[in-house]
């Protein structure tokens, strides 16, 4: 059964940094780039992020170019979200997923893709 885990998440003050992570299995991590997303309850789904497959191609959404870095390790089907200079506006739980397009300028996944559960990110001002 394909499964994507996220982990990371927890309560930061503002300024802070957090790592997140997102462990796949079930399926060839090496075939598929990888998105993050995040949600606020009531607001539609924003993609954060992704990577592709070769790692050459990034996005960042621009509210968070410059803080956020991702990054995947093929040794261990895992993905990374290091995110530095936490603002009370990241606050959102944040999912990663297999992405249908990643390029430069945005990142599609939809219900056809593996998507995780989600994990908590809660940034104090």
């Known amino acids: 059964e394909a499964q994507l885990v996220e982990s990371g998440g927890g309560l930061v003050q503002a300024g802070g940094s957090l790592t997140l992570s997102c462990v796949a299995s079930?399926?060839?991590?090496?075939?598929?780039?990888i998105g993050w997303f995040r949600q606020v309850a009531g607001k539609e789904r924003e993609g954060v992020s992704c990577?592709?497959?070769?790692?050459?191609?990034?996005y960042y959404a621009d509210s968070v170019k410059g803080r956020f870095t991702i990054s995947r390790d093929r040794s261990k089907n895992t993905v990374y979200l290091q995110m530095n200079s936490l603002e009370p506006g990241d606050t959102a739980v944040y999912y990663c997923?297999?992405?249908?397009?990643?390029?430069?300028?945005?990142?599609?996944?939809?219900?056809?893709?593996?998507w995780g559960k989600g994990t908590l990110v809660a940034v104090s001002s």
């Open positions: 997923a297999t992405a249908g397009t990643c390029v430069p300028r945005t990142v599609i996944s939809d219900d056809k893709d593996y």
């Open positions: 990577i592709s497959v070769i790692e050459t191609v990034q």
């Open positions: 079930g399926f060839t991590f090496d075939d598929y780039a």
